[in-house]
Nanobody, 112 residues
Framework: QVQLEESGGGLVQTGGSLRLSCAAS????????MGWSRQAPGKEREFVAT????????YYADSVKGRFTISRDNAKNTVYLQMNSLKPEDTAAYYC?????WGRGTQVTVSS
């Protein structure tokens, strides 16, 4: 079964940091771009970041640029999202994505 499983979410204070991980299983994802999206309560899902298959290219939403860093380890079939200088508006469920495949999400809550 092909799946993505996120971990690393939690409760953090404003200005704090979290590192999300996404473990892919069921097939090799090393030739696919992978990314992160998020959805806050009452809002639509939004793009956060993406990384190309070889890590050569990354893209970020303007709202997280300079604070979040996406990376991947193809040997481990894992993608990461390092989140620094967190703000209350970053509170959301964060989802790992690969094409049309989405994980179940991990909750990030930033307290003010």
């Amino acid at each position: 079964q092909v799946q993505l499983e996120e971990s690393g979410g939690g409760l953090v204070q404003t200005g704090g940091s979290l590192r999300l991980s996404c473990a892919a299983s069921g097939r090799t994802f090393s030739s696919h771009a992978m990314g992160w999206s998020r959805q806050a309560p009452g809002k639509e899902r939004e793009f956060v970041a993406t990384v190309s298959w070889n890590s050569a290219t990354t893209y970020y939403a303007d709202s997280v640029k300079g604070r979040f860093t996406i990376s991947r380890d193809n040997a481990k079939n894992t993608v990461y999202l390092q989140m620094n200088s967190l703000k209350p508006e970053d509170t959301a469920a964060y989802y790992c994505t690969s094409g049309a495949l989405w994980g179940r999400g991990t909750q990030v809550t930033v307290s003010s």
